[in-house]
């Protein structure tokens, strides 16, 4: 049994300032527009999704909004998916959560860079290399194991930046 | 110094069967269409090529030739990109042609699986897991440092079946 696991990096947000914590930092309007064309395009190739995970930070959240109004999907928020989090805290997460949702098939988790890239590799290859790049508003597809280590257990399906999306 | 090096697998070809030898298997029609409109896609997309290169085999060299229409490159061919070619035999071959192409950017190369997977398993990482899959007609983006030992210091920044491109 495995599930398919898709790390969705935000859309492009403004430059942080004085006056604008970085958890508040929203999307820009040309972030928004990208994002809101690479989720379609999503949609059209028949990507599919049962569940919608996001970092709490803004432009995590807005991403996820963008994305629910295309998959109809109730948003999930986790502070496992905030930037600086060990990879064995959002690991653990999800080992909870999986086992709450025995029949999911895909799930999309919005979050940050290089957190999701480098969880990815780990996922993959039990170690990190900084050897992937997820782009804003890119994608990056795992096929998970439903075990309780799936730590160099998973698999590489796709890689895509969003100029291939839009 | 680095340049992008872009792993190709070859369309869909005919099954195996006992009057047709493996290497001079063609593509099918299905094969040769949809590999042309990934091939269209790619140049589309901004994808550049300096240089392509190809496995000797017949379903490859009809890859390459799809390519070739559309880039405007000759087909380099290279053995060492046929079917159970030992990595450290491939990475010779590689070697030698980075140091007579000192000044291209991005070279495709058309060739098989599970070779082509496992090779950027090796560059990224140093050792294979089986851990990346290349579907007929897919696209892997490695970029490659100009080093006498690029093992373990390649960067993945794309892996796209050929539904993402048509």
Not at 69 to 74: D, E, H, I, K, N
Not at 109 to 119: A, D, K, Q, R, Y
Request: aromatic share 8%.
């Amino acid at each position: 049994m495995t599930f398919n696991l898709y790390f969705i990096r935000h859309g492009l947000a403004v430059e942080r300032s004085e006056h604008t914590p970085d958890g508040d930092r929203p999307l820009t309007p040309e972030g928004r527009h990208k994002t809101e064309r690479v989720v379609k395009r999503l949609r059209e190739l028949g990507l599919g999704l049962d569940a919608l995970v996001s970092s709490p930070l803004v432009r995590a959240q807005q991403t996820a909004e963008i994305l629910t109004a295309v998959y109809r999907l109730p948003i999930e928020t986790w502070p496992e998916l905030a930037p600086d989090t060990p990879f064995e805290t959002w690991l653990a997460r999800l080992l909870v959560w999986q086992s709450e949702n025995p029949t999911v098939a895909a799930v999309g988790m919005v979050g940050h860079e290089p957190e999701l890239s480098n969880w990815a590799e780990i996922l993959l290859w039990g170690g990190c290399r900084d050897a992937i790049a997820l782009k804003k508003a890119g994608v990056l597809g795992l096929t998970i194991p439903r075990t309780v280590s799936p730590v160099g257990e998973a698999f590489l399906f796709l890689l895509v930046p969003p100029k291939i999306l839009l």
